[in-house]
DNA sequence: ACAGCTATGTTATATTATAACATTCCGAAA
DNA sequence: TTTCGGAATGTTATAATATAACATAGCTGT
């Protein structure tokens, strides 16, 4: 991993959230990086390698939060709109369901993304904890 | 419907691919609109009421290719990275999967997004016809 | 006529992403 | 050791996508 990837990957796994690439670049001017095409030129890679995922929905990136994902289980994000956070999840059941409707359909699988946006559990019990009058 | 919506509906009918606001924008020039906001409050609005789904995987827009897919299942898009076609289907057993899914974590889902990129099988065959030396 | 609402139009600007080109670094081959 | 070549890096400019802020027009019910 290159210096630069590893500035960005670190940040990235200290975020609670998606980050935009311009989100990195302002964290990281300090160790050097100026310019957006440095933040993704690593990110480009490290998406490339598994250890960082490109969040369709919110234009944004997060570190692999399981192990290996990098088989061939499509993740699944949770995408809260209140807290931001972006849960993963594999499904074995749902991502075989996904590559047969694909393969009885003759189609050719490079890549999928699974994104649901909504409310976070913690969330939905914050809110009715403390409610707004 | 108001006339831009209904202008930017009839391109995006006649497209057979996933059209960007500025496409759309490009495109209707000669009907008055000038402005991207014109373009995006009328696709706002379409896709808020499901005639129009966006697709995040290439920031485009399609009319929907279903009757009546704004019940409550997920639309999954199969977008062809050498045509640039985006098909359109419905999966009950893939919707119900990811809604029990989401239950199981109380998440409370808001907006579902499949999108899945590789080579439709009519792309397929034709490079397997007339492949490249 | 008036108030309130929706749609529309216009200009400017914010956000996300890539092109084009120059430079530096470092290891392998000569 | 020198030199060649690829990978990484840096810099500037620009493309592509999306929204903010404000002004105007038209329509509806009172
Ligand atoms: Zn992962
Ligand atoms: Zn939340
Ligand atoms: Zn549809
Ligand atoms: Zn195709």
Known sequence: MT???TFVYQL??????PLSAYNILDALRDKGIRA?????RALAKLVE???VHRIESVNGFVAC????????????FMLCTQCERAHEFTN???DSRLQSLSNDLGFQVAHKVIEITGRCADCQTAQTAAPKH
């Open 36 to 40: 957006p095409l440095q933040v993704y």
């Open 3 to 5: 210096q630069n990837e």
């Open 49 to 51: 390698r598994g250890a």
């Open 12 to 17: 990235l796994c200290d975020a609670d959230r």
């Open 92 to 94: 074995i059941s749902i």
């Open 65 to 76: 939060q399981l192990h290996d994902c990098g088989g061939n289980e499509v993740s699944i």
